[in-house]
């Protein structure tokens, strides 16, 4: 009886998880059904965080930077609720309506019930904004705004860096690591050592006659197990230039 009672317990559990990541895959879809250029408004505020001198001021900053590069775009999004799969639900925001010609663009998105915030950066903006310096910029001028609930100076602030760093060529920045999980010198250990340990995995089941572990794996380490990578599979009726990410920037 305890055994079936436990069975049961694990089968809401399951359920529960499935249904709210499917409810949430659809407040994404929302997101990204109603986020279209619309009068040069570039802010969309959905979580209702922002007041409207703080748009104004973004839009007139962007449009700024748009002056001094054409293919420019920058889209703020806030949202209530964080979901399972932030980064993932960022990069589908951004290539499923198009940021940046030539993708030339920064998605800056906000989710408020567990605070958090990424800067999405396009691929042909990563040259100039690679992922330490878009979390420095969180890290200096969004993040001490945000620990004191002040989400119309973080935004501002923010994109006043991007602006400043684009069009001026400088923006003074914190010198700040501590929120990089890794260094590029643990990166480089980790991925030698996982190599290594994928070459004696293989070599091990070639000698057993059988496949190992990774072989096994394979497809779904690269991701051909889940029918390929994402690539605006969701479609939209409108864009910002039609700009790609490829998951590139920083998540605070």
């Known amino acids: 009886m305890l055994k079936n009672n436990k069975i049961k317990y694990y089968i809401i559990i399951i359920f529960i998880i499935i249904y709210s990541n499917i409810a949430f895959s659809e407040s994404i879809q929302n997101i990204i059904s109603n986020t279209q250029l619309n009068n040069d408004v570039v802010v969309y505020d959905y979580a209702n965080i922002l007041n409207s001198n703080s748009e104004n001021e973004i839009n007139e900053l962007i449009n700024s930077i748009r002056d001094y590069d054409n293919g420019f775009e920058l889209v703020v999004v806030t949202n209530n609720e964080r979901g399972n799969s932030f980064e993932q639900d960022a990069t589908k925001i951004f290539n499923s309506i198009g940021i940046g010609k030539k993708d030339r663009g920064i998605l ?12 999405e950066i ?13 979390g420095r910029i969180l890290d200096t001028y969004f993040v001490p705004y945000r620990a004191q609930n002040d989400y119309d100076n973080a935004t501002t602030q923010t994109v006043n860096a991007i602006y400043k760093l684009l069009v001026d060529g ?25 190599i290594i340990i994928i070459i004696l995995s293989r070599n091990k089941g070639s000698k057993k006659g059988g496949s190992s572990f990774f072989d096994n794996m394979s497809p779904f380490i690269w991701g051909s197990g889940f029918g390929g990578s994402f690539h605006g599979g969701m479609g939209s009726s409108h864009s910002f230039g039609g700009g790609m990410s490829s998951g590139g920037g920083a998540s605070r």
Request: zero cysteines.
């Open 108 to 119: 800056l998105y906000i989710t408020i019930d567990s605070p958090h915030v990424r800067m």
């Open 170 to 194: 400088d923006v003074e920045l914190i010198d700040n690591n501590e929120n990089d999980m890794f260094s590029t010198k643990e990166i480089v250990i980790f991925l030698v050592l996982l």
């Open 122 to 134: 396009g691929r042909g903006l990563e040259g100039e904004i690679n992922d330490a310096k878009a």
